[in-house]
């Protein structure tokens, strides 16, 4: 591992990731293995490969690496490495269908974020928003709605173009599902023009399909 930067090839492979090159990502930091790492840096690929995991539908592996992020985060007495892994728990337990456990994981994640608020604030309109999807899941539609509101409140107060995106579109899914359609149309409409704002085109143009499939109908 002579001459590699390796925050570097932890930066290289969260782009890997973020476009989608999932066994790539996962290669780049198994090369790490052998190397010496800093607690941080051991934090960060612990987190990573769990991610990818989840991205991969590889459940029981994520969970686990995700478990152990946790752990090293809580031995680094890094509350920011500790709400991260929580968040990510959260998330693929609700992947796995017990959203009990989802719950109290997003809960778990706001309890301890309480000490890193503003610096958090806009993070919050994530845990929100996740929390509200594991709601619309279990059928607590009114609980859904009342998160997604949050999620949207956080993330426009930030201006958090992405995060008001996810929530519109949460809201949009959520009148779908519960059958108040005169307002899905408008809710995917701005979810389509945050995400632009945000330069998330690839998830504008799904929401987008949403719209052409309403007005098809």
Do not use: W
């Given at each position: ?8 090839e ?23 293995s ?32 995700l ?15 500790q ?12 992947l796995m ?15 301890r ?21 594991v ?17 949207y409140?956080?993330?426009?107060t930030?201006?958090?173009?992405h ?18 359609h ?21 998830e ?6 949403k ?7």
């Amino acid at each position: 591992m002579l001459n590699v930067n390796i925050d570097q090839e932890i930066e290289d492979a969260k782009i890997l990731q973020k476009d989608k090159k999932y066994n790539e990502a996962l290669a780049k930091l198994d090369a790490l293995s052998d190397a010496k790492l800093r607690k941080k840096q051991k934090f960060e690929i612990t987190l990573l490969t769990g991610i990818l995991k989840m991205n991969l539908a590889h459940y029981d592996d994520a969970k686990e690496l995700l478990n152990e992020a946790l752990s090293l985060g809580e031995n680094n007495q890094d509350l920011y490495q500790q709400t991260r892994s929580l968040h990510q728990l959260g998330i693929i337990t609700k992947l796995m269908g017990d959203y009990p456990q989802a719950t109290e994981l997003f809960r778990e994640e706001l309890r301890r974020c309480s000490s890193l608020i503003p610096s958090y604030y806009s993070d919050l309109s994530y845990n929100f928003y996740e929390q509200g999807d594991v709601m619309m899941l279990s059928g607590n539609y009114e609980d859904a709605e009342m998160y997604f509101n949050h999620a949207y409140t956080f993330a426009d107060t930030e201006h958090n173009y992405h995060g008001v995106a996810l929530a519109m579109e949460a809201m949009g899914n959520l009148y779908l599902r519960i059958g108040r359609h005169s307002h899905v149309k408008k809710y995917f409409e701005k979810s389509v023009e945050n995400f632009k704002l945000a330069n998330a085109f690839e998830e504008a143009n799904l929401v987008q399909a949403k719209i052409d499939q309403l007005n098809n109908q």
